[in-house]
């Protein structure tokens, strides 16, 4: 393969993995990881640096929007920050020290924990009454939204925000070390710990991954795991999936079908990563 | 966007299709300079990249041909990591550090969408966010420094 095939053959598999993700909800990364090294032959650390710019890239996209909606609630977001990129910090730095072999199977873990729980999605309820938290009442984090079904403003109170805090410095250290937006552990955070609601839940995550991915970036980038060589057309390629998959598909499609298949193909990727730490 | 789990719009949907209809309906100034932010700081990035890249396959013309070029590509390699390098690169007009620049961009929007939330919090006069907000920024810039020393 001559460089300039290898650049489109990434760009296409970039769109693919960008299209869908945006379908599924999940980040594109998740997918484009295991294609770029077990299909594509590239060195992890290389694979991992291009997703986490990619990652940045769809974040801030998705999150513009979200802003301009007043989905995002900023002040949870801030201060959950304080943790994820704490976390990402110390995720960049372990995958300096445990090496390629430690990524792969740390991967394979993170990706069949986050199959089950689009499994658990698919049949998810919910209610019973938010308790009080006087932190998270000092800090200011309670909020609302406008729900588009019921035509009405939405309030909401949050809780627990401390424990929201230790599980997203472990979400952010997972983000680091992998190069993905690590969605699937932030939103339950938000949804199941803190009680926001789920729509929320997930605007607030999309904001933050941005600047949870850019903390790991930077150590990436100084680190010179961020090859402009792949890193370009993932990006591009990861966008432009993602920013078709929003506006042309994700209306048409029943995707909960797809969902069960995909989770079926996530834990088959997570076994081939986990065969590959172990065996390498 | 990245994992997010839902059916909720990706990157830069039109904006005002989704806007609530109520009396809220119009945005707070705060909200509208972020969300301006974040999306002309991916457009400048992606431009920056695919521009780039052009440059590099039209100053290479072996890349086109050549499949030993690949295997120097993919195999761990040297790649600029230092700004000094970035910025001497595309001062050459070399495409790849173009495409560096780009990528630079890009994580550089998180980091000025911190930093605009504080001069936001700091003019509604919110000192404990102005001091949350302070801490993130500074791990956000420990991050680039502290790579950089341990690369």
Same mark, same amino acid.
């Given at each position: 393969?001559?460089?300039?095939?290898?650049?489109?053959?990434?760009?296409g598999?970039?769109?693919g993995?960008?299209?869908?993700?945006?379908?599924?909800g999940?980040?594109?990364?998740?997918?484009?990881?295991?294609?770029?090294?077990?299909?594509?032959?590239v060195?992890?650390?290389?694979?991992?640096?291009?997703?986490?710019?990619?990652?940045?890239?769809?974040?801030?996209?998705?999150?513009?929007?979200?802003?301009?909606?007043?989905?995002?609630?900023?002040?949870?977001?801030?201060?959950?920050?304080?943790?994820?990129?704490?976390g990402?910090?110390?995720?960049?730095?372990?995958?300096?020290?445990?090496?390629?072999?430690?990524?792969?199977?740390?991967?394979?873990?993170?990706?069949?924990?986050?199959?089950?729980v689009?499994?658990?999605?698919?049949?998810?309820?919910?209610?019973?009454?938010?308790?009080?938290?006087?932190?998270?009442?000092?800090?200011?984090?309670h909020?609302?939204?406008?729900?588009?079904?019921?035509?009405?403003?939405?309030?909401?109170?949050?809780?627990?925000?401390?424990?929201?805090?230790?599980?997203?410095?472990?979400?952010?250290?997972?983000?680091g070390?992998?190069?993905?937006?690590?969605?699937?552990?932030?939103?339950?955070?938000?949804?199941?710990?803190?009680?926001?609601?789920?729509?929320?839940?997930?605007?607030?995550?999309?904001?933050?991954?941005?600047?949870?991915?850019?903390?790991?970036a930077?150590?990436?980038?100084?680190?010179?795991?961020?090859?402009?060589?792949?890193?370009?057309?993932?990006?591009?390629?990861?966008?432009?999936?993602?920013?078709?998959?929003?506006?042309?598909?994700?209306a048409?499609?029943?995707?909960?079908?797809?969902?069960?298949?995909?989770?079926?193909?996530?834990?088959?990727?997570?076994?081939?990563?986990?065969?590959?730490?172990?065996?390498? | 966007? *990245? !994992? %997010?789990?839902?059916?909720?719009?990706? +990157?830069s =949907?039109?904006?005002?299709?989704t806007?609530?209809?109520?009396?809220? /309906?119009?945005?707070?100034?705060?909200?509208?300079?972020?969300?301006?932010?974040?999306?002309?700081?991916?457009?400048i990035?992606?431009?920056?990249v695919?521009?780039?890249?052009?440059?590099?396959?039209?100053?290479?013309?072996?890349?086109?041909?050549? *499949? !030993? %070029?690949?295997?120097?590509?993919?195999? +761990?390699? =040297?790649?600029?990591?230092?700004?000094?390098?970035?910025?001497?690169? /595309?001062?050459?007009?070399?495409?790849?550090?173009?495409?560096?620049?780009?990528?630079?961009?890009?994580?550089?929007?998180?980091?000025?969408?911190?930093?605009?939330?504080?001069?936001?919090f700091?003019?509604?006069?919110?000192?404990?966010?102005?001091?949350?907000?302070?801490?993130?920024?500074?791990?956000?810039?420990?991050?680039?420094?502290?790579?950089?020393?341990?690369?």
């Open positions: 393969m001559t460089p300039f095939l290898f650049t489109f053959v990434v760009l598999f970039s769109i993995a960008g299209l869908l993700g945006s379908l599924l999940i980040g594109g990364g998740l997918i484009l990881i295991p294609v770029l090294t077990l299909l594509l032959k060195d992890i650390h290389y694979a991992v640096g291009a997703s986490i710019v990619s990652v940045i890239a769809t974040s801030s996209g998705a999150a513009a929007a979200y802003v301009r909606e007043r989905m995002a609630n900023m002040r949870v977001a801030m201060f959950l920050e304080l943790a994820t990129t704490a990402a910090l110390t995720g960049a730095f372990l995958s300096g020290r445990v090496g390629g072999r430690g990524v792969y199977l740390v991967f394979g873990a993170v990706m069949a924990y986050s199959a089950l689009m499994l658990r999605r698919m049949n998810s309820t919910q209610v019973a009454p938010v308790p009080e938290d006087a932190l998270a009442d000092r800090l200011g984090l909020g609302s939204y406008w729900d588009e079904s019921t035509g009405r403003e939405v309030d909401y109170r949050v809780t627990r925000p401390l424990a929201g805090l230790g599980l997203m410095y472990v979400a952010g250290t997972v983000s070390m992998l190069g993905i937006g690590s969605g699937a552990l932030k939103v339950p955070a938000m949804d199941l710990t803190m009680r926001l609601p789920l729509k929320v839940s997930t605007a607030t995550s999309n904001f933050m991954i941005g600047v949870t991915a850019a903390a790991s930077g150590v990436y980038f100084a680190r010179g795991h961020i090859d402009p060589f792949i890193a370009g057309p993932v990006c591009v390629g990861v966008t432009l999936g993602a920013w078709l998959g929003s506006r042309h598909l994700m048409k499609m029943n995707a909960s079908w797809l969902r069960a298949l995909f989770v079926c193909l996530l834990l088959w990727v997570a076994f081939e990563m986990l065969r590959k730490g172990w065996s390498s | 966007m *990245s !994992e %997010a789990p839902s059916s909720e719009p990706r +990157p =949907p039109p904006a005002s299709v806007l609530p209809a109520g009396p809220e /309906a119009v945005p707070l100034v705060p909200e509208l300079l972020i969300s301006d932010l974040l999306r002309y700081g991916v457009l990035s992606l431009s920056l695919t521009l780039g890249t052009t440059v590099t396959f039209f100053r290479h013309p072996d890349y086109l041909v050549s *499949s !030993e %070029a690949l295997e120097r590509l993919t195999a +761990p390699h =040297p790649v600029p990591h230092g700004l000094a390098d970035v910025v001497a690169g /595309a001062m050459a007009a070399r495409g790849q550090s173009f495409v560096m620049a780009g990528l630079l961009v890009m994580m550089a929007v998180p980091v000025m969408r911190v930093a605009l939330s504080l001069l936001i700091r003019q509604q006069k919110d000192r404990l966010y102005v001091a949350i907000t302070t801490a993130v920024l500074t791990l956000l810039l420990v991050s680039f420094l502290v790579g950089a020393a341990e690369g």
